[in-house]
Nanobody, 116 residues
Framework: QVQLVESGGGLVQAGGSLRLSCAASGRAFSINAMGWYRQAPGQQRELVARINSGIITNYADSAKGRFSISRDNAKNTVYLQMNSLKPEDTAVYYC??????????WGKGTMVTVSS
């Protein structure tokens, strides 16, 4: 079984910053891509940022220039640095890990609230 533990969410004022972390643990598995998704109330879950086993990243248009994703392969951990946060960034943020077989694993989510 694979466990994903997220941390770093919270309440921040508009213009502020937060750093999310997600550590993967459990049975031995080979991680391919790691990423972050978010879901706001009444909306579908959407991709925020993703990084593959190398250094190739992709971002949602709303995250470009403000968010930065990185990973520490030795720690099986992915980070999301979020700067210049806006009220519309308020959502539950979910960590996602895809293994080399294409299996997806999800964290339980961490709440990010940006006040205006």
């Amino acid at each position: 079984q694979v466990q994903l533990v997220e941390s770093g969410g919270g309440l921040v004022q508009a213009g502020g910053s937060l750093r999310l972390s997600c550590a993967a643990s459990g049975r031995a598995f080979s991680i391919n891509a790691m990423g972050w998704y978010r879901q706001a109330p009444g909306q579908q879950r959407e991709l925020v940022a993703r990084i593959n086993s190398g250094i190739i990243t992709n971002y949602a248009d709303s995250a470009k220039g403000r968010f930065s994703i990185s990973r520490d392969n030795a720690k099986n951990t992915v980070y999301l640095q979020m700067n210049s946060l806006k009220p519309e960034d308020t959502a539950v943020y979910y960590c996602n890990v895809r293994d080399s077989y294409g299996m997806d694993y999800w964290g339980k989510g961490t709440m990010v609230t940006v006040s205006s």
